[in-house]
């Protein structure tokens, strides 16, 4: 590639100038926009922490077995829920909130966004999300400057070696992340949000430390870590953090690993401490795009959002007619009747079983997709047929799949398929104990439908807006004291953990019940 041109000179191409020190050429390839339907209110279901000792007991027997190596999520299949879940109730009854309201139709998009360093390394970015309001002209299919995007979500992969197949040359994708940008923006949160990934757990668990070791005549003093605090300054979550039991084994993992250089003396404050940089997110400030994008705003910050006006002084070309690089999707009829129209399926404002399972599998199933390389799926589930030699116990029949790179989906789907049951159906279910048929559309740049039966009973339809599901994500709670009771659960957990490994033999319940708290 060509050396990098200033952004009044850019080409028709999309390059445009970067910071040569790191990244040699950045190239907007592509932008799909089309129009959203209309939803139901949304509300915060965050993870609640309800640990027993038993399910600690079985927890720590496993990490024995397994030793000092990684603590997969297939370790807590069917355990996770008596441990760590998506709340069933909401944390409040009032809704979350998003520009516009839920009922306002937007625009939703997609970029694809090529990177090359000096070594010639490319880099794809996959960056998705939604407007604040239509703002497209149907004439002329021109958007208003003002037109404000919000990123949720951002997906990285690279290149691979292309090979020759059966179907032709084909080149896939090897990823290298996948994670939802939070962010206060002023606009859609109008109330305090503190983030409650692993990162934050750990954190939470060092100041604690700290404010214990500086009391006086042994009283602790109450520490509320500010850190956490969800601002405007993007954060990155890992999509896999919206899976409990990818959740809950990244606690374990993330600890087992630090103790694992540490001194015998070490303090818990730098167990923990350690264990934060073991399970540490991405920074934002590596995204060349954002990095870019972030020097034609008049703050020169970093931001979740921007507008159409930012994009157009960041890559001129993209204002040009007929550009071949935008595609807007205008809905026709056909295309409006099989979108969502808030009110056509059940509200998530409940506590149902049903609500609780929709919820849960509308977080897990983007994820466990974007990990796969897929961004289409449709599939039924359920646990009440048999079938030979299923060693899940649950049955499982995908429809339809479509992937990042374009190419032939069988092993992505394979995989999708068998994580889909060990680390989320069975977890859900209480291992296969709850019987449940399930029916999933799902679009990680859309919309995800989930359809739930549970012990023979009626069907219950959800749709979920996939494309800011950032929003409701149970890593983000309007409550501190939820990620104290997490941090307090994780500490007894984690504590049991390490024991069990130390000792490398089964643990018993030899450990007290605190008397508020962590355990339900």
Known sequence: MSNPIAPTTIPSNGLFNYDQSVVRTVIIRKLVLRESGTYNNQYSRTYDAHLSPQSVSVVANKAAESGMGIFRPSLLSGMASNMISISAAPESTTPLSIDNGWNSQRLLFFMDVLTED??????????????????LSLQ???LDPNLVFFINNIVVSRPMVPVNTPNGVMQGQSLVGT????????TYMHSEKWLMRPQDVFQVLTSNSFGASKGNAGEPVSVKDN???????PKTSRRSNAIPSNYASNLISGFIDATHNMNPTSSPMEV????VNVVAENSI??????SALSRHRSSGIISGSFTWND???????LGNGNNSRITVAVNGPTQQRSQHAAGMTAEWSGASIQTKYAATISQAIPALMLECMLYQISFTSNNIMRVEGNLSGIYTVVSNAASMHGGVVVNEVETFRRRLEMEVLKDISYNNQQKFDIKVVSNVFGDTWVSVSIDGGGYVDYVTPTFCDGIISPVLTQNYATIENMANGVDILVSQVADAIQSSGPVQHSFAMPATGSFL
């Open 140 to 142: 002329s299919k021109a």
């Open 272 to 275: 923990y401490d350690s264990a």
């Open 118 to 135: 000096l070594s010639g390394q490319q880099t794809v970015y996959y960056i998705q999300g939604y407007t604040d309001h239509v703002g």
């Open 227 to 233: 850190r956490h605090r969800l601002q405007n300054l």
């Open 311 to 317: 994009m157009l002084k960041l890559d001129g070309s």
């Open 285 to 290: 400030v590596l995204n060349p795009f954002l």
């Open 179 to 186: 994670d939802h940008l939070l962010y206060d923006n002023q």
